[in-house]
């Protein structure tokens, strides 16, 4: 962040820092609701911030979920100053504030004395869901959404403590004080979301950077080439082959699209040489330029 603030501003790193900062800001509003329709009417005490915040104001019940998560944050930006720095920080200390605000201002707007439905499970997977998919879009963006990663982020630098292990035993913890306090069910309906939470979260981050890996065979290989160049705005990499039976001289294209350009090319194949070979494949880790930075 403070690199950022440094750098002289070219319109294209504007625009960059702009669609940064909205997504950011939108995995944080996502994780805000989430929070706030649904785990704190529910007493969903996951884990993490959130999660100790529900139990706090279980306890205190003079102040709301809100404004124990801007203590919580506000404590853990503290521990992270003292132990790592202000730059080691960088997104971090917004996102813990901005996330705190969100939930505060959803809480204000919408003050829910009870959930919004009599069914339970179908409010576990909202409470699932919407925070998983919030923090999806702020990882896959290389930020975080602040709080217990403070934690791990402190583990990582001055213990051998596996961290995932660490803020498991954390969460499982506060699962087991929100089992004490609401009840069984709810406890095992916090064991659920808590397990489904990681699995929700790498099923978004997957999703989000889904790509088609096409590879085409064919005796032309000009027009198919050209279309991926000039009407996809794509590169390829192309390379001669032989045909195994028949020994026939071909071409190979691979390329890496969108699921939307993927389905462009299979058309214009399928029109212009309907003697060509096509493989698509999905996959999520495309790294190199245009893509995800080595």
Known sequence: MLNLLRQRPTKQTL???????GLLNAGLIATALGIALFKTPNH???????????????????????FFMWIVN???VLLGFAFLGVRSMGWTIYSSFALSFYVSLCEEIWPLTAPLTHDVFLELCY????PAV?????????????????????????????????????DLAIVLVGAYLYGPATGLYCILGMVLKTTVVDGAIESINLRKVCTVVTTNPGPVRDFIVKELNRSATEERAEGAYS???????????TRAQAQHLRRFVRRNDPHAFITIVNSSEIVGKGFRSI
């Open 247 to 257: 020994h026939e001289e071909k071409w190979v294209l691979m390329t890496v699209l």
């Open 127 to 130: 409470a699932v869901i919407l």
């Open 15 to 21: 625009v960059e820092d702009a669609k940064f900062f």
């Open 44 to 66: 969903f005490a996951f884990g993490g911030t959130s999660g100790l915040s529900i139990i706090l104001s279980t306890l205190f019940p003079k102040w709301n979920v809100g």
């Open 134 to 170: 919030g923090s999806a879009i702020v990882f896959n963006i290389g930020a975080s959404t602040g709080g217990t990663d403070i934690v791990a982020m402190i583990l990582h630098k001055y213990t051998s403590l596996e961290i995932g292990r660490a803020l498991l035993v954390s």
């Open 74 to 76: 506000a404590a853990l």
